[in-house]
Every structure is written in C-alpha cells, then in structure tokens.
Nanobody
C-alpha cells in the first residue's frame, strides 16, 4: 500500500491562487506518472494534470494556462500551482501516483473558490 499525503487546500476568492503539495513515501521506486485529479460534488472524478518522471506534462483543457504541475523526483513530491481560480475549480483534489499499471490516490484536499 502506498500512502500519499496531500496538503495546501483551502478557501480562496475567485482570481486567487493556491498551491497543493503531495508527498509519496521516499522509498518508492518505479513511479511512472504523478498526477492530480479532482472531484466536484455530483460530478465524476477527472484528471486535472499529470507529469512523467522526465517532465512531460498534460492538462485538462479547463485549467490550461492557469495551473502548473511540477515535481521533485528526489523527494517523490508533486505540486500543483493553481492561479486565476474560478468557482468551478471547487472540488476535492486527489494526488495520484502510478507505479506501472497500479494507481494510488491520497485522501484528498478540499479546494473551495468563492465568487
């Protein structure tokens, strides 16, 4: 079992910024993807951003230009810088780590954007 710990969520006004952090155990090897997902009330969980160990990134269209995913491979950390936040970004954000074909998620951190 891989335990992931997210931090950095909170309440922010529209147009504001937040930075999420996620720590994976330091002894993990073989990470193939680190990512952030989110799930808003009444909606399906969606992939927000992902990054490979080599630094290749992908974003869902709704966050392009506003969110930036980054990582510290040495520390098994992944970050999500969120700028120009909108009320529709309100959701529980989950850190995801893929080890080959297996995926693991943290418990999530709440992000609430007020209008």
């Amino acid at each position: 079992q891989v335990q992931l710990v997210e931090s950095g969520g909170g309440l922010v006004q529209a147009g504001g910024s937040l930075k999420l952090s996620c720590a994976a155990p330091g002894n993990i090897r073989g990470i193939t993807v680190m990512a952030w997902d989110r799930q808003a009330p009444g909606k399906r969980r969606e992939l927000v951003a992902r990054i490979t160990p080599g630094g290749i990134t992908n974003y869902t269209d709704s966050v392009k230009g506003r969110f930036t995913i980054s990582q510290d491979n040495a520390k098994n950390m992944v970050y999500l810088d969120m700028n120009s936040l909108k009320p529709e970004d309100t959701a529980v954000y989950y850190c995801q780590v893929d080890l080959g074909v297996r995926s693991y998620w943290g418990r999530g951190t709440q992000v609430t954007v007020s209008s």
